[in-house]
């Protein structure tokens, strides 16, 4: 079953810019990813709403792509608060 995946995290746009372009997912979209946004709350903070296939795919996603890519942008980037919800409704117009 898909998944709502909802993060949120300290960071800059120009941080958040930096991670977009070398994951790249326009050009070489995650297995399991079905829609992707990102939101500068205020703050210094910045939230992801993402939808997933499943779980397993996110997971697989953050080890294998998301962690590597932010280490490289700033190391010392503060771990997200991240909250993954089993969807009961899914539309795609």
């Known amino acids: 079953m898909a998944v709502v995946v909802i993060q949120e995290f300290e960071g800059t746009v120009d941080e ?5 372009e070398k994951l790249d997912a326009e050009n070489n979209p ?10 500068d709350i205020g703050g210094g903070k910045l939230r992801v709403v993402d939808i997933w296939e499943s779980q397993e ?19 010392d ?17």
């Open 77 to 93: 980037a503060p771990q997200a608060e991240i909250q993954v919800h089993e969807l009961i409704d899914l539309v795609k117009p």
């Open 30 to 39: 995650p297995s399991g990813l079905i829609v992707h946004s990102g939101a």
């Open 16 to 20: 958040y810019n930096a991670v977009t």
């Open 57 to 75: 795919d996110f997971q697989s996603f953050v080890q294998n792509q998301l962690v590597p890519a932010i280490a490289e942008v700033n190391p």
